[in-house]
């Protein structure tokens, strides 16, 4: 069984890595991580440095917030490039701009090391219960080698194409997340608004054609004022602008996404972007006339 390096043990990365031990993968993760004391006790072997993690490993794989930190970690003072070896995988599971996986991509392959975006859906609960879905660009190769190591974390694992195939793929998962929380919102609004009881309305709805796991868990957390994270607004935030970017990129027009992306600017400007992305709902009913 190949070893593991994870780097980024937060909210997904944490139930990753034990799910990972428990499938028997032997896991390295970095001393200074905040979590890593958390993971050891699970069985993780803790690392001093970025070099004996890479030294130690077959496959690294990253869990990180946004593209700046994978590329820090990549090709930053202390970055793990200079310590890769040919024959190595790079596997980043954060959500990132598909231009900037392409780009690990190239700059990777000179050292003879194959990378893949393999960017996940399923959120906190389906990373404790592995069964994200992962949806993954590059070669054939490597998903072929990473494939184990993906069954171990998730149940839905796709290999979509070439190298930022996962990362568009994860962008217009995130747009269609949105656009369905905020018609969710304001028709929970809405309802409010009218006198209509929402336990029964989210019950009707459920059984027809406006079913979806949105409408069943996050109409239960606006019903049930949970804002708890979850999936943090800044962080679809963060990938509702990667998808307008490749939006742009590709000449398509995304208005129903900027429109979102703009309600959830709203949400940070007013201190929200720390909670659950269901909490899109505070703007609109702010918004009401
Ligand atoms: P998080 O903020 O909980 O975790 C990120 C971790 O990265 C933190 O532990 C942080 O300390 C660490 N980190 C940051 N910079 C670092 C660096 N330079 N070196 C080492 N570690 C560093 O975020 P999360 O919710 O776990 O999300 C991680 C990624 O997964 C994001 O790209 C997010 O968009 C994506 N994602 C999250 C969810 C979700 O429901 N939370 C669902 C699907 C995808």
Redesign the pocket.
Known sequence: MKNIGF???????KPMVLNLLKAGFSVFV?E????SQEVHEAGAHVCSSVKQLVESVEIVIS????SP?VE??LFGSEGIMQDLKAGQVFID????SPLVAQKIHAELAKLNVEALDA??????VG?EAATLSIMVGGSANAFAQALPIFQAMGKNIVHIGEAGAGQITKACNQMIVGMTIQAVSEAFTLAHEAGVDLVKMREVLLGGFAQSRILDLHGQRIIDRNFK????IK?HQ??LNIALATGKAFQVDLSGTAQVADQMNKAIAMGNGELDHSSLVVVIEKEKK
């Open positions: 780097i980024g043990i937060g909210i997904m990365g970095l200074k991580s905040g979590r869990m990180l917030p946004d930190e820090a970690v599971m954060s959500t990132i960017p996940v859906s399923g959120g906190q990373a994270p979850g999936f943090k962080l963060k990938d």
